[in-house]
């Protein structure tokens, strides 16, 4: 196959008419598949349906004399967080155990600081003229609504391989008004990156200059390998404290890319003093999460190791789903040279850097033949991709063969956009 960049205009042209007849085909069969979010697909879902029968008897409610159908433990259930602690290496006392969701603890703890302001807080962050936020790009789109939402100004900075350009994290921070920063550290969102050793310990040791620096730690893939064995991580929160930054760590993880997402059970984990100020300012809002879901969730997982078991399950149903992408992508897109992607062996996403200035035009195309991917733009803070480029793939959802259809119009979308760039 010839690369693109090096076929002539007359070339070009054949080969415009050529996908665009293929294009055409697909079109007209009026498809409707959905690469847009990261959602488990239906097989993983019905996987994990015993979750919901695990507790029968009064007995079964129990975490020792606490009945966790009852009001109370607003930082969630002892087992609950000895769970958690197990899977993510910290300690239980460590843990805040709430809701279904990861997301609304993130959200609720920069709300903390936003209208309280936080253990080492000078005033709430309300109160300040301008609150900057360090976003590595590309990232999770809704990390950056959430600091919209506050009204930060979001700095974004790149990412390497080995995770965010620490040379430029390091000057950020000099400055007091920049307070906090996200990471996705471990299969990074989109791009399936895991942070290096050099990279985690300068940032569990960085010396910022706000005094209440939130480190946002989403751990949302720490047991989500598809293609390797399970990678143990540092504990961030340990790393943190070695270097006298026990208050700056907030790390997040949650079930549902375990369980289920819509009722699964969120964690946030950070330092006793933290949780000892905050504790009290959550209760003014919810006198408890369901507890009782997280009885259950402590019963069907068990521990790290039943959590590993399970995880090597979802491994088999999601395996394919990345090689149907990655290998169509190998066949139809490399050998033209008008798109990069990562390789990822974890995570929920395949990111892929289109032609600059293509990707609007490639998922245009995209949804006029029926194919819903996450919108161009998304992955930047203020949906504003400088390159146009960036377009994030989520195989998890639909089946292989729907997968298989979705990939293949999405090729041909790539190539039209780049045939167009180049010029017919
Ligand atoms: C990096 C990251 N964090 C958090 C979430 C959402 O987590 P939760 O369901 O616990 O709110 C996602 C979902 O895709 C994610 O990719």
């Given at each position: 196959m010839k690369k693109y960049a090096e076929m002539t205009p007359e070339e070009r042209r054949a080969e415009y008419a050529a996908v665009k007849a293929a294009y055409d085909g697909q079109k007209a069969l009026g498809l409707k598949l959905n690469m847009a979010r990261g959602k488990p697909g239906k097989a993983q879902l019905d996987m994990v349906m015993d979750l919901s029968h695990v507790l029968k008897e009064p007995a079964d409610y129990m975490d020792g004399d606490l009945d966790c159908r009852n009001y109370g433990n607003v930082d969630g259930l002892p087992a609950a967080k000895r769970l958690f602690a197990d899977i993510l290496g910290c300690k239980p006392e460590q843990c805040f155990v709430g809701g279904n969701s990861s997301l609304q603890l993130m959200f609720d703890t920069i709300s903390k600081a936003y209208i309280n302001g936080l253990l080492h807080s000078e005033k709430p962050w309300c109160k300040l003229d301008t609150v900057k936020w360090i976003c590595p790009v590309p990232g999770y789109d809704r990390h950056f609504k959430v600091t919209e939402n506050f009204g930060f100004e979001m700095i974004p900075v790149p990412m390497t391989e080995n995770g965010p350009d620490m040379d430029t994290v390091e000057q950020l921070i000099r400055d007091p008004a920049v307070k906090g920063m996200w990471n996705v550290?471990?299969?990074?969102?989109?791009?399936?990156i895991v942070y290096s050793d050099e990279t985690i310990r300068r940032l569990a040791s960085m010396k910022p200059a706000?005094?209440?620096?939130m480190l946002m730690w989403d751990n949302a893939y720490c047991v989500h390998e598809f293609d390797c064995d399970f990678r143990p991580f540092e504990d961030i929160l340990s790393l943190c404290a070695q270097y006298g930054n026990a208050d700056m760590i907030y790390e997040y993880a949650s079930t549902s890319k375990i369980t289920f997402p819509g009722a699964g059970v969120a964690v946030m984990a950070t330092s006793e003093a933290n949780l000892a100020y905050l504790n009290p300012i959550i209760n003014v809002q919810i006198i408890s999460y369901d507890k009782v879901n997280q009885m259950r969730h402590v019963k069907f997982l068990q521990d790290r190791e039943h959590t590993l078991a399970l995880m090597r399950r979802h491994t088999d149903i999601l395996r394919p789903k990345f090689h149907a992408v990655l290998d169509a992508l190998d066949r139809e897109i490399r050998p033209l040279e008008i798109a990069q992607y990562n390789r990822p062996v974890g995570g929920y996403f395949v990111s892929l850097n289109a032609m600059p200035g293509t990707a609007r035009r490639t998922l245009e195309l995209c949804k006029e033949a029926g194919v819903t991917m996450t919108?161009?733009?998304?992955?930047f803070p203020y949906g504003v991709d400088p390159n146009d480029s960036n377009i994030r793939i989520a195989p998890s959802l639909p089946p292989v063969e729907e997968l298989e259809q979705a990939i293949a119009i999405f090729c041909n979308c790539l190539k039209l956009s780049a045939l167009e760039k180049l010029g017919l």
């Open positions: 550290p471990k299969y990074s969102n989109p791009e399936g706000a005094p209440d620096f919108g161009a733009g998304a992955t």
